[in-house]
């Protein structure tokens, strides 16, 4: 039997299920996480194909991927910086913002000679190092291309 490849959502281990509950899916077999509970399909006839429709998936995203999606929820959740708060921001300061992080990497002080005009308090400026950097960016270049689509413009 081919192995299970770990949850695609907290990369625990998996295991088949065999579903001997009454109710709509009895019969039935299943692969389920033993960390989180994340269940696949439900198979009752043809469970050949099983392993297959739970290893066969895309892959996860890569952890710095991952890294700007939470930035830009962090963003959101706790500097208020939301969607109807990103849709005020019409004249590229998400963008500028984006490139002083930018800037910050290849000179800390290249942001503030750069940009003289930064719409916000420099204290919202924190540079912490290039990775922090590259990933803070990421999110206010997402912020901008979500902004954009909203807008009708993302094309």
Sequence with gaps: MTDLLPCPFCGGPAERHEIDEPGDNFGGTC?????????????????????????????????????VLDE?????????????????????????????????????????TWWPGWSWSWAWFKPQ??????????ALILAEIERLDRAGRGG
């Excluded at 439900?42 to 952890?63: A, I, T």
Aim: glycine share 8%; proline share 7%; hydrophobic share 35%.
């Design 72 to 112: 830009r929820a962090r963003q959101a959740i706790e500097e208020g910086f939301t969607a109807e708060h990103d849709d005020q921001h019409r004249r590229g300061e998400l963008t500028f913002a984006a490139i002083a992080y930018l800037m910050a990497l290849v000179n800390p002080n290249g942001a503030r």
């Design 129 to 138: 190092g290039p990775r922090r950097d590259l990933v803070k960016a990421g």
């Design 31 to 67: 692969i389920v996480c033993q960390r989180c509970g994340a269940c696949g399909p439900v198979h009752f006839d043809r469970k050949e194909n099983l392993v297959s429709s739970w290893n066969d998936r895309p892959p996860l995203p890569s952890r710095a991927a991952r890294d």
